[in-house]
């Protein structure tokens, strides 16, 4: 019984030092996400429709079931699509189901948040961020 104690303890301390990890973690220096994407569209036909043909902003979220950033990110994606309904529009892109999107965009790492104007990448980034920092992204470009 001990043990089970000890045990759970020690996989609740790992969650909560992990958890830690994902928050504190610095945004990455570096390249802008839209610098390292490609700009030719991808061959699928769903996303052609919900992303490149649109006009005007596109955030597009590409995510995971199994990624815990993935979860810790979704309530602010959710909150931006609510408050911003009418002037940007947000897709998810699950990257297990669309594997070919991901692949073609070269995506390695998520949560990894795309915003296209008029079907062409604007700006982006990788990893978990906190809801404003989100918004001050949109608000840079969207009118």
Not at 87 to 111: G, L, T
Not at 131 to 137: D, F, K, S, T
Request: proline share 7%; charged share 25%; hydrophobic share 45%.
């Amino acid at each position: 019984m001990v043990e089970r104690v000890i045990l759970i303890s020690a996989a609740v301390l790992v969650g909560l030092l992990f958890l830690y990890a994902v928050m504190n973690t610095p945004p990455e220096a570096g390249p802008n996400v839209a610098d390292e994407m490609t700009s030719i569209p991808p061959d699928d036909a769903w996303f052609q429709e919900e992303v490149i043909d649109q006009e005007g902003f596109v955030l597009v979220d590409f995510t995971a079931e199994w990624c815990p950033p993935c979860k810790l990110l979704h309530p602010h994606i959710v909150q931006l699509k609510e408050e911003y309904t009418g002037r940007i529009k947000v897709v998810e892109v699950d990257v297990d189901e669309h594997e070919n999107i991901a692949n073609h965009y070269a995506v390695r790492a998520i949560p990894l948040v795309v915003l296209f104007n008029d079907g062409e990448i604007v700006d982006g980034f990788k990893g978990y961020k906190e809801y404003r920092e989100i918004e001050e992204l949109v608000l840079q470009y969207a009118p």
